[in-house]
């Protein structure tokens, strides 16, 4: 019977049913849950990398080792494993190697839209994209057999609408491929120059060979509907195409993006009178169409920025959309916020009180940027709050050292924040770190990390002392406050700033969402006590608010974590 | 022909149970669905929307504007927020609870008011109710999104006894007794 699926659980379980037994992955929206779905399954050895560089060359070392491995991550976790990628498409695999990649068009939950199809085109690793959860499963099992037949790992990129989409997937049972034992293979597998100027022309032919499998197999297909119109297009764009235009046009759906089906292109476009291009992001069929000598409608129409939808695609092409009505004013935004209670709050105060300039890093903490704390001035990338914090007072020296820190997560700085904080130590810069230590991967929703003492299973596993790590490094002055300790923080933020050498303070408190933690009674606020200073609305607490020119505390949000009580001066907000 | 659901609410709110619940119940129904969510940041008390599509056969994943039959909402500024994606003849479902968000909790904008009036005055059927006294009635404040699935299903050609299957089906034992008091009283 065909269940109701979500697309990286469908993808979890292509990979389940392709006999793939080890995965090593980075968490990132939105591919996070592929690796967390094929966790369940007892059979498929799963870990947590500390980062995607990490968890790409494991998954190398089990490919060579002769076991079918994968590795996930989001668009910009590829940049991050770029380097094991393109040398990985001139060794080869052993087993079967699989990538997820997932990109988040409209940028639901990151930092930029990066298109990951050009990494498959520059890496020359051929690319696969399904369009719903089907696909993901059905993708994930013959890209095991696509990476065996050919010698190259294989990407599967996902995107937001397909990861994030459920739809119905008909499963099947495991199936262990055959084993591939290990052979020591020197000039395949040893990447010195010698040996890769004799692999590179490999790898071209390998292209080659793919380049004419495109254009007859069972990724590409073509839909044939009225031949006024040929739309080429692939991934999630496919559906809404579908959904505009049904059997009005003729399709031509691109389930292998790179290489792209040269013959199978040139026949299709010989069969229709216009040809559209619709594709998320970057013109990439649409240029590699131009390059083939047709003349083509694309993003002289179409976006390059965001998501697309079928309304929009609609009215790009000239087809009516439905009617709506609208309330015609501005309504109020509702952006995201820190949960109430969440143990990052009282640290951002500490920075914004101080005025402090913050580099700050990627996870739920980003969010210190949002009024009225305002707290974090820069975001790039994952790792960047502390080299970016070297850089800045290496930059403007005294002028800056005494009130600009770095502020990054746990995770992130096992991910990439380690080696920036061996370059302060290295190239002596006078710099306060703040590691923000919630004993969590919080954003992306609650993965264990190198320090958290656990693994993906939640079983017992190593645990990297933070204090002992930075002290290895040189780090003299490395401290521990509790974040819902205002005075504590003052203090400490203060005292590190001023020293004349470089600092760490760990900012240490579990997420509140954990479920091992234990919630304190709401608070209530006493109104005749209350004056209305709203020195508690600075926090910027969703759970509280203002009403009749009083304090409210919302009891369904309040979890007593007591830190709006340390700012009120007239003991309004009682236990 | 497809119909559309669109679930809106603030992150943490529970749409996500309430979506699995039409999934599975539709599922079951014999149609083609199709569930799209939103995982990541915007789930940190942000504006969150999930849809829910069923027919014979569903391309696209996410509903457009105009195109909702039903909006369910858990919160009176988020119905508003989306209402132009309801079909002028769809019908909105709303929890009339108010949540400031950000902006006016810092004083930056004021909640707007009398947000249902002006949702009727435009012409769209707006069913509104207090969903989270029920929910407290039922036995927990988190019982609002069962509350909401309770007043929906007065709408649809699906017997009652299907949907009561469906929540047990779909929520953990411990707490079947109170969404299915839940549902009761939002269905009533």
Request: hydrophobic fraction near 40%.
């Amino acid at each position: 019977m065909k269940q109701l699926m979500l697309g990286n659980k469908a993808f979890a379980r292509g990979l389940y049913e392709a006999g793939c037994s080890v995965v090593s992955s980075y968490p990132g929206t939105p591919s996070t849950e592929v690796t967390e779905e094929v966790a369940k399954y007892d059979e498929v050895y799963c870990e947590w990398a500390p980062n995607e560089k990490v968890a790409m060359e494991v998954a190398f070392g089990a490919s060579v080792a002769g076991k079918r491995s994968f590795c996930g991550m989001k668009h910009v976790g590829l940049n991050v494993a770029a380097d094991p990628l393109y040398t990985l498409s001139y060794t080869g695999v052993n087993a079967g190697m699989v990538i997820c990649v997932a990109d988040d068009a409209g940028m639901h939950s990151s930092q930029n839209e990066q298109d990951s199809r050009h990494h498959a085109i520059a890496s020359k690793v051929p690319m696969l994209e399904p369009s719903d959860s089907e696909e993901a499963l059905e993708f994930a099992k013959r890209a095991f057999e696509l990476s065996e037949e050919y010698d190259t790992p294989v990407i599967i990129k996902m995107c937001t609408r397909v990861a994030h989409s459920q739809s119905l997937v008909e499963t099947g049972e495991r199936i262990l491929p055959p084993v591939k034992p290990y052979e020591k293979n020197i000039a395949k597998y040893v990447m010195m120059p010698g040996n890769a100027i004799r692999r590179h022309p490999i790898v071209e032919e390998r292209t080659r060979k793919l380049t004419a499998l495109a254009n007859d197999c069972y990724f590409n297909r073509v839909e044939m509907g009225d031949t006024g119109l040929g739309i080429i297009t692939g991934s999630t764009s496919y559906q809404y195409a579908k959904e505009v235009f049904g059997d009005k046009a003729s399709i031509l759906k691109i389930g292998m993006s790179n290489p792209l089906p040269d013959q199978l292109i040139l026949d299709f476009a010989a069969k229709v009178d216009k040809l559209v291009i619709i594709e998320e992001l970057d013109p990439v069929i649409e240029n590699h169409c131009k390059a083939l000598g047709l003349e083509v409608t694309g993003k002289d129409v179409l976006p390059m920025e965001g998501e697309y939808s079928q309304n929009l695609i609609a009215e790009k092409l000239g087809v009516e959309v439905p009617k709506s009505l609208s309330l015609g004013e501005a309504l109020p935004g509702r952006p995201p916020m820190m949960c109430a209670g969440c143990p990052h709050r009282g640290l951002f105060y500490t920075l914004s009180k101080n005025k402090c300039t913050v580099l700050g890093d990627i996870g739920c903490y980003t969010l210190g940027a949002v009024p009225p704390l305002a707290a974090i001035e820069t975001t790039l990338c994952m790792g960047a709050s502390i080299s970016g914090l070297h850089g800045f007072n290496k930059a403007l020296g005294k002028e800056s050292e005494g009130k600009t820190v770095a502020v990054i997560g746990d995770s992130t700085f096992m991910h990439s924040g380690m080696t920036g904080l061996a370059n302060i130590a290295y190239n002596q810069s006078n710099s306060t770190v703040i590691i923000l230590d919630n004993s969590i991967t919080g954003m992306t929703g609650h993965q264990q990390n190198p320090t958290t003492g656990y693994n993906i299973k939640g079983d017992p596993a190593g645990k990297i002392d933070l204090e002992a790590l930075c002290k290895a490094m040189g780090f003299h002055r490395v401290r521990v406050v509790d974040p819902y300790n205002l005075a504590e923080c003052d203090q400490a933020v203060k005292e590190e700033l001023a020293a004349d050498e470089a600092s760490v303070i760990i900012s240490r408190r579990p997420c509140v969402l954990l479920k091992y933690v234990k919630h304190n009674p709401p608070l209530h606020v006493e109104k005749d006590k209350c004056v209305g200073c709203r020195s508690c609305m600075r926090l910027g607490c969703p759970a509280l608010s203002f009403r009749d020119k009083k304090a409210v505390v919302d009891d369904t949000l309040c979890v007593g974590c007591g830190v709006c009580q340390q700012l009120c001066r007239f003991d309004a907000l009682q236990s | 022909m497809t119909k559309n659901i669109m679930i809106v609410g603030v992150g943490g709110q529970g749409s996500l149970l309430a979506s699995k619940l039409l999934g599975y119940l539709l599922l079951t129904e014999g149609y083609d669905v199709k569930v799209s969510e939103v995982h990541g940041m915007s789930q940190r008390g942000g504006s969150v929307v999930t849809y829910v599509r069923f027919g014979d056969k569903v391309y696209s994943p996410i509903i457009d504007k105009g195109e909702a039959d039903f909006i369910v909402s858990f919160e009176q500024l988020e119905a508003a927020r989306y209402i132009d994606y309801l079909r002028p003849d769809g019908r909105v479902v709303v929890n009339t609870q108010q949540i400031d968000p950000m902006p006016v909790i810092t004083g930056a904008a004021s909640y707007p008011e009398n947000l249902i009036g002006k949702m009727k005055d435009l012409g769209l059927n707006v069913d509104a109710m207090d969903c989270l006294s029920l929910a407290n009635e039922a036995g927990s404040a988190k019982a609002v999104n069962i509350v909401l699935m309770g007043r929906l299903s007065r709408y649809f050609d699906i017997p009652v006894d299907k949907w009561k299957k469906a929540i047990e089906d779909c929520v953990p034992e411990k707490f079947r007794e109170l969404n299915l008091k839940a549902f009761d009283l939002g269905r009533a």
